[in-house]
């Protein structure tokens, strides 16, 4: 089952823009995390922020948690073609840690 | 350090017939979760494993199993393969729990033909 939402499920920029994507949930949860995924293979963990945060950043990619609202967005600054991928969000729920669970992703393209 | 493999890669197999994937994690990754994606279903979670031991499981037919040994590694199989079961298969280990976040491998496209 999926819990996230991501908003959009495509995005097209151009390169050196900022691209923001956003994730709803729908339970409380432990923590928030983002992957990236390129055409077809496995996922690369991007960040984690834990229910008491609210931002955090990672290099070129900026992550805030609104709990009140059940919602999340990533931010990457400055894109480049290298970004262009799937992102998706997945929330671990303090009822079961031995398992994420996902959003349908937002498909990410950089025009060079 | 290595990544988490999967084997083999890409995989074609006919209806009826079943198949086995592997998967070694990260050294020191006791956890083990496996993953169906498809295009139209998504990420979708099929079993957890921790100290040789299924502690979570999906909602996916009994066909689906997996197993993992003592030094971490984990194998799925899938009996009688259905066209329906064709999409990527992914392996993702952690230190302990899904919360710890996962490394994954770079999956396992299985056809069925």
């Known amino acids: 089952s999926q819990q996230g939402e991501e908003d959009p499920q495509a995005l097209s920029i151009q390169e050196g823009e900022n691209a923001t994507m956003n994730c709803s949930y729908k339970t409380s949860i432990n923590n928030l995390q983002w992957y990236r995924q390129n055409s077809g293979r496995g996922l690369v963990h991007l960040i984690l922020i834990r229910s008491n945060e609210r931002e955090k950043h990672s290099g070129r990619l900026r992550v805030t948690l609104d709990t009140s609202k059940k919602s999340s967005s990533l931010l990457i600054t400055a894109s480049r073609a290298a970004d262009t991928a799937s992102y998706f969000c997945?929330?671990?729920?303090?009822?079961?840690?031995?398992?994420?669970?996902w959003g349908a992703g937002t498909k990410l393209i950089i025009k060079p | 350090k290595a990544g988490v493999t999967q084997t083999p890669r890409y995989l074609i197999k006919t209806r009826g017939q079943q198949v086995t994937l592997s998967c070694s994690p990260i050294s020191g990754h006791r956890s083990v979760s496996w993953y169906q994606q498809t295009p139209g279903q998504g990420l979708q979670f099929l079993f957890e494993?921790?100290?040789?031991?299924?502690?979570n499981k999906g909602n996916f037919p009994g066909r689906f199993s997996g197993r993992q040994f003592s030094n971490s590694r984990s194998e799925m199989n899938v009996s009688t393969l259905e066209l329906g079961d064709s999409a990527l298969y992914l392996c993702?280990?952690?230190?302990?729990?899904?919360?710890?976040?996962?490394?994954f491998g770079s999956g396992t496209r299985l056809t069925v033909v």
């Open positions: 494993y921790f100290s040789e031991t299924q502690r």
């Open positions: 997945a929330t671990s729920r303090g009822d079961s840690n031995y398992q994420l669970i």
């Open positions: 993702a280990s952690s230190l302990e729990v899904a919360e710890d976040g996962y490394t």
